[in-house]
């Protein structure tokens, strides 16, 4: 059984900076992709980075290149940790932050992983930025 648990959240201004984590239980060894959703209030929900759980690829969506990095924790059989660190805040920024997980295999990740379609997902951590 996957569960996936978001922690982090929290409100900020504008040009300050979030660290969001997700640890992950259940999720396939070196064998996943997870990823870092966002949605905000009236707009769909959009992917905003991923990583590949077997190697270092990652993918980031246009808006956040340069300001946000996706990165893996130690990890082991049991567990995996993925972070978000989100530097120069924007208020468009402002949203529930959700972490997703799916089976990837080596073929899967070499695309853009923020385009694959997940399958396990977090509860939501909401990030608020005031300008």
């Known amino acids: 059984q996957v569960r996936l648990v978001e922690s982090g959240g929290d409100s900020v201004q504008a040009g300050g900076s979030l660290s969001l984590s997700c640890e992950g239980s259940?999720?396939?060894?070196?064998?996943?992709?997870m990823a870092w959703f966002r949605q905000a209030p009236g707009k769909e929900r959009e992917a905003v980075a991923a990583v590949y759980t077997g190697g270092s690829k990652t993918d980031y969506a246009d808006s956040v290149k340069g300001r946000f990095t996706i990165s893996q924790g130690d990890e082991d059989k049991t567990k995996i940790a993925v972070y978000l660190q989100m530097n120069s805040l924007r208020p468009e920024d402002t949203a529930v932050y959700y972490c997703?997980?799916?089976?990837?295999?080596?073929?899967?990740?070499?695309?853009?992983?923020?385009?694959?379609?997940?399958?396990?997902w977090g509860q939501g951590t909401q990030v608020t930025v005031s300008s």
């Open positions: 997703a997980a799916r089976g990837c295999s080596p073929i899967q990740a070499l695309g853009d992983m923020t385009r694959l379609t997940y399958n396990y």
């Open positions: 259940g999720v396939t060894y070196r064998g996943s992709c």
